[in-house]
């Protein structure tokens, strides 16, 4: 039973197009993140924010954006989709301790053509 | 700063055999340690977590890990393999960090059971 939804779970755009891809959790944590995972399964932190209005870049570099207006909210955008941004991307949260893990949302996976 | 490395990203088993994925981290403090499971088109559910206290931990589906602070490893074990746990395997380390912490994964293990 999911706690953490993403949506699209699927997206097949044109190149240039510009998306939103949805992250919601109803858990009340603070801590949320952004996983882009290529096909040979290695998962890689784009973004993570520690609570409202806080976002930082993770260790790779991505031409999208995110905010956190609401704890609960921390959707990703990308202003011109191109094909090498398809992936499959993945929305985490988790509390602020520490040792705390992280729960996964299903993912999106989005093809650009 | 810490790394986790993952060996070997295809395992083959028989139904019934033992499941060993193998996991070493490099941390220069204590880590805390995690192994993740993702089913297709799934995202990761958290399997079991080391953070202090008995160094076997046991978790979900009947697997368990041993952290072995002197040979800097986290190996994932089950006993009998079932179909049910082919699936890709992540282990995972989190330090803690004046900016805070962040987990830094593995690059994965795919499991396939055979028959």
Redesign the interface.
Known sequence: EAD?Y?TPRYLVIGTGKKITLECSQTMGHDKMYWYQQDP????H?IH?S?GVNSTEKGDLSSESTVSRIRTEHFPLTLESARPSHTSQY?C?SSR?S??S???????T?LTVT | AQSVTQLGSHVSVSEGALVLLRCNYSSSVPPYLFWYVQYPNQGLQLLLKYTTGATLVKGINGFEAEFKKSETSFHLTKPSAHMSDAAEYFCAVSVIKAAGNKLTFGGGTRVLVKP
């Open positions: 953490i993403q040979g399964m290695e998962l932190l993570y520690y993945l985490a602020v520490y040792n893990p992280l729960h996964f949302g299903n993912g996976r």
